[in-house]
């Protein structure tokens, strides 16, 4: 089965930490998005990436981090500088340019 | 900045009535809009993806339309079920700041209840 997978789907963070978030991907995408959503708010783009080793930053970056080693994988570190990380973390893939972005099943990030 | 509106933020019907969700935008330089459901505490499902040229998109009792000129699109759902009873979520998408970038706008969702 072709898909996005998340982990974990719930995560709980102490202040100060920094957590990761997983996305893999065997849809043979070459472009990955990582979303912020919020209780009722409209997703926000993080991060995004078009290309292997190459990532742009979206509209709400600071205090995230990101790598992209591998075609399939596009992980999201949220550091200590993110001021509000509690929230709904949901990674995308998509062929790049004007196509369909598909969506994984998300992680929830608690901060105790 | 591109902004999306939909309206109603919140829907409760009964089975089998057809119903229209709206959605608007506000910089028509767009190249598609899609249209996701997401039921609560999952991702999103893409149910609809309607290209900038295209006026509307048919997917089995869904219908979405597209007048990029007016900044809207309506989504209808024919005899709705209460497996519909979703948040849904439309989304333009436009170009972004580097070279072949292209980013999707959300809206904050239409909520639907379809009661049986």
């Known amino acids: 089965d072709g898909g996005i997978t998340q982990s974990p789907k719930y995560l709980f963070r102490k202040e100060g930490q920094n957590v990761t978030l997983s996305c893999e991907q065997n849809?043979?995408?070459?472009?990955m998005y990582w979303y912020r959503q919020d209780p009722g708010q409209g997703l926000r783009l993080i991060y995004y990436s078009q290309i292997v080793n190459d990532f742009q930053k979206g509209d709400i970056a600071e205090g995230y981090s990101v790598s992209r080693e591998k075609k399939e994988s596009f992980p999201l570190t949220v550091t200590s500088a993110q001021k509000n990380p509690t929230a709904f973390y949901l990674c995308a893939s998509s062929i790049v340019g004007v196509n369909e972005q598909f969506f994984g099943p998300g992680t929830r990030l608690t901060v105790l | 900045k591109q902004e999306v509106t939909q309206i109603p933020a919140a829907l409760s019907v009964p089975e089998g009535e057809n119903l229209v969700l709206n959605c608007s935008f506000t910089?028509?330089?767009?190249?598609?809009l899609q249209w996701f459901r997401q039921d609560p505490g999952k991702g999103l499902t893409s149910l609809l993806l309607i290209q900038s040229s295209q006026r509307e998109q048919t997917s089995g009792r869904l219908n979405a339309s597209l007048d990029k000129s007016s900044g809207r699109s309506t989504l209808y759902i024919a005899a709705s079920q209460p497996g519909d009873s979703a948040t849904y979520l439309c989304?333009?998408?436009?170009?972004?700041?580097?070279?072949?970038?292209?980013?999707?706008?959300f809206g904050k969702g239409t909520k639907l209840s379809v009661i049986p």
């Open positions: 849809l043979n995408h070459d472009a």
């Open positions: 910089d028509s330089a767009i190249y598609n």
């Open positions: 989304a333009p998408l436009r170009a972004y700041s580097g070279a072949g970038s292209y980013q999707l706008t």
